[in-house]
């Protein structure tokens, strides 16, 4: 039997961060890291591996290097049973590993609705954490094709134009009225869908998918809720994911009604001496309180940060208060971000709230090389100012951007305080200082308050 003081369950940025911030925390303490993987992806760049990266192997995660350096055990293998009330577990080669602290860092697995599962086609895919996988799919997606995406959030648009750079033709089929629709609001949306078909991407909208069509091991096409058909050489079905919450489950640990393992500010389970973090671990709106099914890399991190602080005791000041989905990306030189509610989720929520957009250039003079327009939106609170959401568009900058307007709005800053914000302003690096698109937003609330 081994014995270690803490076993962390999965090696991608949740587990990883844990290791690191937890071997720093409590230097004395033996860390030992399970994990199925050879080499782990960098989750958001996955997209990328299908047109702007060369292979999959410039998007690895780095981390045994660190494991050397800092005195942290891992092992590529699987963790099979597991004895909650012995602390052991039990790997697919054998070996029983005892532990005092077990942190579940399982991640998730690509949703496949059952009605699209009834028969396996070899070229209808998924997009998972899979190296091996993805590199056989990469491979099988050569330019040319006719290629469907089903599903319009973020890793369906992001892989859609990297395989339309790739010389494809490729259509995304979304249900809802636009894509990125549960994170932007309308004429964030539609801004994406201009700059999107425009790069030569199809888009077909309030559509479902009732069943691939095929024959023997392959597909040839998708039959859609209007009685047409949409012919593809490859189909790609890209509509979220689901927790790994098996090892959860086997244990009794607490799931909540999303499916996700119930989890305290300190990243605990319902069993004290077990930590979830990452995208199997449940989530809280920072500013609603209600579950959400947020899973993005940055969260993981934050949460593998708040265990690995917490493992073996606990600080009121090293907590998650609540998870602020802050989202970015980019179609072309174009970027996207999202944080908090957009204007539509919470009108829908019951809050009482004035948005306010101000348009104007990250750079000054306008005419410098590089400049692009950006686009800030808030929604702030009308009773107490309070920021709870905000979107940009723009250039490459919207990415730090809308992580300022992130921790603005978990640090609950209202729209006169960020009126009077002292900022540095330099020609090819911001924008005016008396044209600032941040500022100008909050303006015009205030103007309105």
Known sequence: MKNTDVLIIGGSVAGHTTAVTGKATYPEK???????????????????????????????LPGDAMYEKLGIRY??????????????????????????KLVLATGSLPKVPKFLNRVKYKNVHVI???????????????????????????????????????GNDVTIIEILPHILSLSFDEEFTMEAEQIITDRGVGIMKKTQVKEILGHGDKADGLL????????????????????NTSLAKSVGLKINENGFIEVDEYMRTSDSDIFAVGDS?????????????????????????????????????KTLNGTIAIYSTAIGEHGFGTAGLTEAKANKEGFDIIAGTFSGMDKHPEKLPGTNHQTVKLIVSRDSGVIVGGEVLGGPSVGELINLIGFIIQTKTNVHSLLTAQIGTQPM????????????AAEIISEQL
């Open 75 to 100: 092992e590529i293998g699987e963790v099979t049973d597991l004895y909650q009330h012995k602390k052991t577990c039990i790997t697919s080669d054998g070996q029983e590993i005892h532990y005092k």
């Open 128 to 166: 998972p954490k899979d190296k091996e996988y993805l590199d056989d799919l990469v491979d099988q997606l050569n330019g040319g094709k006719r290629i469907a995406v089903v599903g319009g959030g973020f890793i369906g648009v992001e892989i859609a134009d990297e395989l339309n750079k790739k």
């Open 30 to 60: 033996d860390f030992l890291l399970i994990r199925k993987e050879e080499k782990v992806m960098v989750p958001c760049g996955i997209p990328y591996i299908f047109g702007s990266l060369e292979s999959s192997n410039q998007n690895i």
């Open 429 to 440: 690096l911001t924008a005016s200082p008396n044209a600032y698109p941040l500022i100008k």
């Open 224 to 243: 859609l809720n209007n009685g047409s058909e949409l012919k593809a050489d490859n189909i790609i079905l890209s509509m979220g994911y689901h927790p």
């Open 281 to 317: 671990a449940e989530k809280r709106d920072f500013v609603t309180r209600k579950p959400t099914g947020v899973m993005l890399a940055s969260t993981a991190c934050a949460e593998g940060r708040t265990a690995g602080l917490n493992l073996f005791k606990l600080c009121a000041l």
